[in-house]
């Protein structure tokens, strides 16, 4: 099992579309990475969990699923840093790989030595533009792929009745 530990506020700041929302409305921009981590987890079948530290909800702590992406708020004196490493030390076992993204240089060292394997913010954001390509593509050939008409007929049979519906036999 593959799981991914999101350092929330870091990949916020870092990706521009969600920078840009947190500047007038982080309630916005943390539902908007929720999202985008309810689709990967969806295409890619990694167990997403963010971690948002606690500032801006000052003295509570809590861990709620949305979009079927387990979200953690550390306690008040708790940096996301440190839970994502406690997290790392915690799930890490020999059928699990533990992936932490973030951009934060130090915690990337830090989670090297629990044996978990870093992605920066910006090669999350990659991986996630690259995803969504391969979902538009897919529902593209899909739709592609669909029978026009209701009875499902061979592609020869259906180029016939094409040419004939066209006058040229």
Do not use: C
């Not at 606690?54 to 306690?75: C, L, M, P, S």
């Not at 629990?114 to 390509?133: C, D, F, K, P, Y």
Request: proline share 2%; hydrophobic share 35%.
């Amino acid at each position: 099992m593959d799981i991914l530990l999101v350092d929330g506020y870091n990949i916020i700041g870092a990706w521009p579309e969600l920078r840009k929302l947190k500047k007038t409305n982080l309630s916005a921009a943390r539902d908007r990475l929720i999202e985008k981590m309810a689709e990967y987890q969806g295409y890619t079948g990694y167990k997403v969990i963010i971690v948002f530290d606690a500032y801006d909800v000052k003295g509570i702590q809590k861990k709620y699923r949305h979009h079927n992406v387990e979200v953690i708020y550390t306690k008040e004196n708790e940096s996301a840093d440190e839970r994502i490493e406690k997290m790392a030390i915690e799930l890490n076992n020999k059928r699990t790989q533990i992936h932490v993204a973030t951009s934060d240089y130090t915690e990337q060292w830090a989670i090297f030595g629990q044996g978990a394997l870093r992605i920066s913010a910006r090669e999350l954001l990659t991986e996630v533009e690259m995803n969504n390509q391969n979902i538009t593509k897919n529902v593209k050939e899909i739709q592609e792929e669909k029978p026009i008409s209701r009875i499902p007929l061979s592609k020869e049979v259906a180029e016939y009745f094409e040419k004939l519906r066209r006058g040229k036999q």
